[in-house]
Nanobody
Framework: QVQLVESGGGLVQPGGSLRLSCAAS????????MGWYRQDPGKQRELVAA???????HYADSVKGRFTISRDNAKNTVYLQMNSLKPEDTAVYYC??????????????WGQGTLVTVSS
């Protein structure tokens, strides 16, 4: 019904940058909050950054000043610009969105995940 498709992950050296994208498609009436989470094997999934429909942003302390979340409402897309990457940023990154459809006011949708590896 609603899908999130992520792109932009990969291997980068410490200090480098990557930009993740996540595009929503399907029977969308509107999108409320959008965000990025990450998960290391054996650890809980954690919130990295989120952005409301009004463009208010929130960041985990560990990424403040290095990551920037933004969204393009016309394209139903959210981005995560990651700079000054560290080895501890290595994880699978998941896109998340709170979507309103014609029948459901709050449908939580997850992307399939994209792997980010920070290593020399």
């Amino acid at each position: 019904q609603v899908q999130l498709v992520e792109s932009g992950g990969g291997l980068v050296q410490p200090g480098g940058s990557l930009r993740l994208s996540c595009a929503a498609s399907g029977s969308i009436f509107s999108i409320n909050d959008m965000g990025w989470y990450r998960q290391d094997p054996g650890k809980q999934r954690e919130l990295v950054a989120a952005v409301t429909s009004g463009a208010t942003t929130h960041y985990a302390d560990s990424v403040k000043g290095r990551f920037t979340i933004s969204r393009d409402n016309a394209k139903n897309t959210v981005y995560l610009q990651m700079n000054s990457l560290k080895p501890e940023d290595t994880a699978v990154y998941y896109c998340n969105a709170d979507v309103a459809t014609m029948t459901l006011p709050n449908l939580e949708v997850w992307g399939q995940g994209t792997l980010v590896t920070v290593s020399s």
